[in-house]
């Protein structure tokens, strides 16, 4: 049948997306193909329009692993949940702020090697390092061009929507969801930090990524070998939302920081990217939607993060955000997503 709401249909297939604990029963295993390089095992609305201490869990905007087994969901409404990751019960929430106690626009989430969380906020944009209880510790510095305007060239509510560490935890990669003004407005640019000796993370290179006519990036993970997982993701007003994902491989990019404006020289070279799959192609697996969409499953998914792996086989969880609409849905979906080996 079917893995759908209520929450006890979904714990199987979410742990063995997590790889927590033994699997399930065998019908927990059942893979529902969305193209050849993805299927899904199964999604939950356990969540949706829930509270937990008084704090409204929905407005999902990133996920991560931290290093106790749990799941760290972000909400943009300045909150941080601490999630079982087996049946996504809430185990705690910890407010977000900035040095003046001010609420952020938080979207992106790194869990750090040593269990500090590294947060991005679009509306500055900023990044943050916070303690375990939501103490701020230390703010990343952030190239002027990619500010919102007038004090750079970014657009309101379109700059660091994902983060991720790559492997070895020395670089740290922040995408920005849209274009800045002045750039072929299909071309997104993602700002590394890198890791200085003691400890801190100076600015570095700089990609450039062409996403898809309409869409924009949310989210972006780093996989085992460099290369990235990256969202598009679209809203149609009546239609209903676009969401495919992408194997990216920035290795080979230009480092595109000291270019003004792109679309860049010919000779410079943007990040690869793969389709894996666009999810309208996904069964539905019984879902239903608020609102039009093409495939009921679909919603406004912006958070990812890789639970676990297996050869090339990664394990994926991604969340959507609700914006607290009565039309939207906060929804999880337990994925498997093969890779080629690295070239």
Request: glycine content about 8%; hydrophobic content about 35%; proline content about 7%.
């Amino acid at each position: 049948m079917p893995l759908r709401t209520p929450l006890a249909l979904l714990t199987a297939a979410l742990t063995a997306a997590t790889c927590l604990t033994a699997a399930g029963p065998a019908q927990a295993h059942t893979r529902h193909t969305c193209s050849p390089a993805v299927s899904i095992d199964g999604f939950s609305d356990a969540l949706d329009k829930t509270t937990f201490e008084n704090t409204y869990v929905g407005n999902l905007s990133a996920l991560a692993m931290d290093s106790d087994g749990s799941l760290a969901a972000l909400s943009d409404r300045s909150s941080l949940f601490s999630l079982d990751a087996r049946t996504l019960k809430p185990r705690s929430v910890v407010p977000l702020a900035d040095e003046q106690g001010t609420a952020l626009d938080s979207e992106g989430l790194a869990v750090d090697r040593d269990g500090t969380r590294l947060v991005t906020s679009e509306t500055e944009p900023s990044v943050g390092r916070y303690s375990r209880t939501g103490e701020l510790l230390e703010r990343l510095p952030v190239p002027g061009a990619l500010r919102v305007s007038p004090a750079g060239r970014a657009r309101p509510n379109g700059t660091f929507e994902g983060l991720t560490l790559l492997p070895g935890g020395r670089t740290l990669l922040a995408s920005m969801e849209y274009a800045l003004s002045g750039d072929d407005p299909t071309i997104v640019r993602f700002q590394t930090w890198r890791r200085t000796p003691h400890g801190h993370f100076a600015p570095g290179a700089q990609y450039a990524y062409r996403a898809d006519p309409g869409l924009g990036v949310p989210e972006v993970q780093a996989i085992p070998d460099g290369r990235l997982l990256v969202l598009e993701r679209g809203f149609t007003s009546g239609v209903g939302n676009t969401v495919r994902l992408y194997l990216a491989d920035p290795r080979g990019a230009t480092d595109t920081s000291g270019i003004d404006t792109l679309p860049v020289r010919p000779e410079a070279r943007l990040v690869e990217k793969t389709l894996l799959t666009d999810l309208v192609t996904c069964p539905s697996l019984g879902a239903t939607a608020k609102q039009p969409q093409p495939n009921p499953l679909l919603d406004n998914i912006e958070a990812m993060t890789i639970t676990g792996r297996t050869n090339n086989t990664l394990k994926v969880l991604l969340a959507s955000d609700d914006n607290e609409s009565q039309t939207q849905t906060t929804r999880f979906y337990a994925l498997r997503v093969r890779t080629t080996s690295q070239r």
